[in-house]
């Protein structure tokens, strides 16, 4: 079975703030990927990562996989209350039918 | 816009009565999508794989009988939960991957959820 390891659980931070979330793992995925949802709503994809090393920007956010592809990171710079939401992370493995392996998720509140 | 819809979005049922949910990918071919229960601030929890033309794959602790899943066509998977009762009030969200076609295949795309309360 793999496990996906998602921190911190709770975030709550001030307009403006930097933060990172990790979602680490001892298993190798084919491909990593991270979510945001907003409440009563599905997860939305922010960014699929494949290729160990790889860095990924979209605007303020920072993706990173790991050189192994065991794990990853979000980084958000100057954290905006529309930031607010719960993160996922998801891992692919090359077995498993196809499945992918959810992070816990973290909950995080940017306060204006 | 949306590749995967989810119908419908909310509902309120009686305690004893069955509920199902369609779940369609709009766009693409998915001969396999995914079932699974959120609850409040907390990850998605796999319930079953869908496969189309053949029976679904349950997770563990998940009752088949009680969640009844159907793969009738290449673009749509509908979940029934018979004889509901208040435990099994949740968000319901359903997933495909793309087909390598028009949508990427390691992209797992998300239905927008389906409210579940049962009284």
């Given amino acids: 079975t793999q496990l996906l390891e998602q921190s911190p659980q709770f975030l709550s931070i001030q307009e403006g703030e930097n933060l990172t979330v ?4 001892s298993s190798v995925f084919s491909s990593l990927q991270w979510y945001r949802q907003e409440p009563g709503e599905g997860p939305v994809l922010l960014v699929t990562v494949v290729t160990g090393g790889e860095v990924k920007k979209l605007k303020r956010l920072t993706f990173q996989f790991g050189d192994a ?6 980084h958000i710079t100057a954290a905006q209350p529309g930031d607010t939401g719960l993160y996922l ?3 692919r493995g090359n077995t498993n039918a196809g499945k992918s392996t959810f992070g816990d998720g973290t909950t995080l509140t940017v306060k204006p | 816009g949306a590749v995967v819809s989810q119908h419908p979005s909310r509902v309120i049922c ?3 009565t069955s509920v199902k949910i369609e779940c369609r990918s709009l766009d693409f071919q998915a001969t396999t999508m ?3 229960r959120q609850f409040p601030k907390q990850s998605l929890m796999l319930m079953a794989t869908s496969n189309e033309g053949s029976k679904a794959t349950y997770e563990q602790g998940v009752e088949k009988d009680k969640f009844l899943i159907n793969h009738a066509s290449l673009t749509l998977s509908t979940l029934t939960v018979t004889s509901a009762h208040p435990e099994d009030s949740s968000f319901y969200i359903c997933s495909a991957f793309g087909d390598r076609g028009r949508r990427d295949s390691e992209t797992q795309y998300f239905g927008p959820g389906t409210r579940l309360l049962v009284l």
């Fill in chain 1, 69 to 74: 592809r065991k794990d990853s990171s979000l």
């Fill in chain 2, 14 to 16: 009686k305690s004893g």
């Fill in chain 1, 89 to 91: 992370c998801a891992g």
């Fill in chain 1, 22 to 25: 990790y979602c680490n793992s």
């Fill in chain 2, 34 to 36: 995914f079932w699974y």
